[in-house]
């Protein structure tokens, strides 16, 4: 969309202003720090010009407790290799448990078989303080690793506290995920403890996970304790697997003290999982320190997240949602928790509990209110979301039809918070801007700390041009390592392979004249479904064991509207034909080994798959011809095996709405 024809679909008020967390911090750098700025761009361009300076005065507003002092904020502002508040030791849960009170509650929870409920800031500590003597007891210390198989409830929450105060460091899946998709992921970690569901329920229909517990234990061999919840059965006995005990078990000791452990700043607190093209899942590792500011800084200034307000994003435990919303503690928000589908028993199920909770920020997809839109729900009709301050949107594009629906359907004064990241950094590279207008299928802002632009072919800077997101500096939550990788190899890879010093996102990006952004989908190869990043690896691991199907090639098309299509093609062995029984094996295959998401939308035969001299795919350059970019400009004919190969799919092209 031109940035001269986009309309205005709200501005804040100067209340709305002047209230604003953004504001208090402006203030407290003119009062105390003597630097002024009057404007949004100001304060961006000082954050990544200076960002040591910015990165320590930040250490200092939010009062970060440091067990022991820093010696300087950052060694150096290379790419990769810059280390942060040398010295320094701190906790990260500790500084959400300075956040107790009794005014309000710590979890609001809910989900698809049960009806709301709250925690308390007290229950909360007596169950962290209790699983942490117990994980202690079991040997787990500072630098081990714990892991769950956990959907989004308060369980999980208590677990990543408990591991997060003695210094262990957390990974979570979601119980939706086959086994070999966990094992995956956790295998490269060696985790120590598991947490676990006997199974779950989504959509009103039961999922037991027995099974897929049993196995996951016995493709664990690092494992020397496991947890059970009893979540889908209450009879399920922690007896019928090995090593294992009672959820109820690690809650035995009600008058245990909670402590926190103090750990290196760059100390690793969870591994997230992103895939790329090729390999395994990379395990990419942050640090306390650097997602503790991080988090701090974005929920404050960019989302305006205020002490007691109820704080909501839909997600699972395998999204880096999950962790952002566990982030909303750490400035005395009450995250509200949701296990089950945002579809059942239809899409009102999350705005209803937006009415009961009275809920202040209701986080979400962009397919989810592109859905809404397109089923004509009327949130703001039919129920009361006056305490609905903002909406927040990530994992896709949002097109400029759905910020006009939700200014039309939901609130006409709501702030619209989309916003775009990544499991890379947990976190936004861009988002909201509580002082300035939101514009239809615009992106209001650069974050704070945050050095990104867009650049041309030959690496240039442009505005007012689609080009490729790089960010110039370093900020702390960009990973400390990625596990088990030699060499910084698949790190620098996945980062620093085209721009070297610079990282390089992997997103189309357009920055407007007046500073807000359009993100145009992913520009290489990943596939980004459903606001979940899914390695090409993964559909391909699964499709290689079907019998019938000699090779594949898989790709995700953002096209307008908020639409998006997955094809699958496929090479079909001799003497077999793409039937409908082999479909159905195919998706089967997917859908058991990894999630509903890995299903194709289509199945399609070809001849021949796209190769490089070297025997990749070409599935980059496939992406830009089916949407529509013209052959010569989308490959390399001369570096490919088989040019003609690509007939087919300038054929296909013709056929897409895009």
Known sequence: MNNNTSKKLWEPSESFKTSSNLTRFNEWLLNIKSLKFDSYADLWHWSVADPGQFWEFLSEYFEINFHEPYEEVMGTEQMPGTTWFKGSTLNYAEHIFRNQTDEHPALIFRSEATETSEVSWEMLKTQVASLQNWLVDQGVKKGDTVVAYLPNIPEATVAFLATCSIGAIWSSCSPDFGVKSVVDRFLQIQPKVLFT????????????????????????????????????????????????????????????QLTFEAVPFEH??????????????????????????????????????????????????????????????????????????????????????????????????????VACMKREISPGKDFNVSELRSIGSTGAPLPPEAFVYVYEEIKKDLWLCSMSGGTDVCTAFVGSNPWEPVFEGEIQCRALGCALYAFDEQGAEVTEEVGEMVITKPMPSMPVFFWNDEGNQRYLSSYFEDYPGLWRHGDWVRITERGSLVIYGRSDATLNRQGVRIGTSEIYSAVNKVKAVADSLVVNLELSGGRHYMPLFVV??????????????????????????????????????????SGKKLEAPVKKILLGMDVSKAANKGAMRNPDSLNFFIEFAKTIQR
Request: aromatic share 12%.
């Open 197 to 256: 569901v006997d199974g779950y329920q989504y959509g009103g229909k039961s999922f037991d996970r027995t099974k897929e517990v049993s196995e996951l234990i016995s493709e664990l061999p690092s494992l020397e304790r496991t947890v059970l919840l009893p979540y889908l059965h209450k009879s399920c006995e922690p007896e019928r697997f090995e090593k294992t005990v009672s959820w109820q078990e690690t809650q035995g000791n009600s008058e245990a």
């Open 572 to 613: 079909v062995e001799q003497g077999f034909s793409l039937d409908e029984d082999l479909k159905s094996e195919v998706k089967k295959r997917l859908k058991s080994e990894y999630s509903p998401r890995h299903v194709p939308d289509e199945i399609i035969e070809v001849k021949v798959i796209p190769l490089t001299i």
């Open 268 to 369: 690793p607190i969870w591994v997230l999982y992103s895939s790329g093209t090729t390999g395994m899942p990379k395990a990419i590792t942050h640090s306390q320190g650097g997602v503790l500011l991080e988090h701090l800084k974005y929920l404050s200034f960019q989302n305006d997240v205020k002490r007691g307000e109820r704080f909501f994003w839909f997600s699972t435990t395998g999204w880096m949602m999950w962790n952002f919303l566990q982030a909303s503690m750490l400035v005395g928000a009450v995250p509200v928790l949701y296990d089950g589908s945002p579809g059942f028993p239809d899409l009102n199920v999350l705005w209803g509990l937006a009415e009961e909770t009275k809920m202040h920020h209701f986080g979400t997809s962009a397919p989810y209110l």
